[in-house]
């Protein structure tokens, strides 16, 4: 008989695309919900449907991670012999073969904690932004060093780690993935269609908010695995404090104190973007699209670097992050 898999969603205010998501989930026992104050009929919308509604208490900082970890908390008091758990966003829907494929890979893969697969946009060519996410997505097939917020998990792996770490208010997936590998497991993402996404991004700010927030997760994620022989986020952190602060600092301050003309130094960036377009085009199969890339991953260097400058401005200070929603 195959194992029994459970599945947590978290969410708030997501509205149809909750609906979809639970849909999708048809079969989880239990599937479970939380929620992290909706107003918009999410919580009654879940009940209506049969799914087990957990409801985060609001008091204290809300993160997901803390969210995932109260749904695997009510996970084991109701379902205590549940061997694997899909997590997945509430902006999520689940493909229809995605649970069948998962779970036998990690029947038959006992050392593995976490497989996950390609995750999509639902509407990449709405916006630029859409679909840079989209091509986010897709990263190399085989052994991974992290997950990210749609995965099938191992129950058992989760409960010797500790689950999620409740304070980070990004980057938990990756984080818990390093101590799950200091465990001794190992995650995997196989070639099969997992989940769709739905970013709903259409403004720039949005952009810019999500690539602050990465970078926070970055320079935390660093500080807490930062060593060897893991070094978690140590070289994503240095490529955006070169590209986004120490670069464009370096040439602002020259170009004040020495010649003007050190300005000139700016064009480093459209090199660079011209430079990893070079790269991406075979793999784009459009030049276009290949430009598009590279220069969100620029561009993007500077926020990353605001938000790596942020963490540790408060870690100094002892102040708490509060969570950043780009939608």
């Known amino acids: 008989m195959p194992e029994r898999f459970a599945a947590i969603v978290i969410g708030r205010n997501e509205g149809e695309r909750l609906l979809r998501c639970l849909a999708s989930l ?6 479970i919900y939380v929620d992290s104050g909706s107003t918009d009929g999410s919580r009654e919308a879940a ?4 799914v087990e509604v957990v409801e985060l208490d609001l008091t204290k900082p809300f993160t997901a991670a803390r ?7 009510r996970l084991r008091a109701i379902a205590p012999d549940a061997a694997f758990v899909q997590l997945v966003d509430g902006d999520c829907e689940i493909r229809s073969t995605w649970i069948e494929t998962a779970r036998s890979f990690l029947e038959t893969r006992p050392e593995v904690a976490v497989v996950c697969g390609r995750r999509r946009e639902r509407f990449p060519e709405a916006t630029p932004y859409n679909a840079h996410c989209d091509r986010e997505w897709d990263t190399p097939v085989g052994e991974a060093r992290a997950c990210g917020g749609d995965a099938l998990m191992r129950v058992q792996a989760l409960s010797e780690v500790g689950d999620y770490n409740p304070t980070l208010i990004a980057g938990e997936e990756p984080e818990m993935c390093v101590r799950l590998r200091k465990a001794g497991w190992k995650i995997w993402r196989i070639d099969a269609e997992m989940t769709w996404h739905d970013a709903a991004m259409t403004r720039f700010g949005q952009f810019w908010k999500r690539a602050r ?7 935390e994620g660093a500080y807490l695995h930062g060593a060897a022989p893991y070094h978690h986020n140590v070289a994503q952190t240095r490529r955006a404090l070169l590209w986004g602060l120490y670069l464009p600092l370096a040439l602002l301050l020259g170009a004040l104190l020495l010649s003007p003309w050190i300005v000139l130094g700016f064009l480093i960036y459209p090199v660079q973007i011209l430079r990893l377009a070079r790269k991406e085009t075979a793999r784009y199969g459009s030049l276009r699209t290949a430009l598009e890339h590279a220069a969100f991953l620029t561009i993007g260097k500077v926020p990353e670097a605001i938000g790596i400058c942020e963490f540790h401005l408060r870690r100094l200070t002892g102040k708490r992050a509060g969570i950043m929603e780009y939608k």
Do not use: F, K, V
């Open 47 to 50: 009940r209506a449907r049969g």
């Open 213 to 219: 927030r990465a970078g926070h997760a970055y320079a």
């Open 67 to 73: 969210a995932r970890n109260a749904g695997l908390e």
């Open 26 to 31: 048809e079969g989880a026992m239990p599937l």
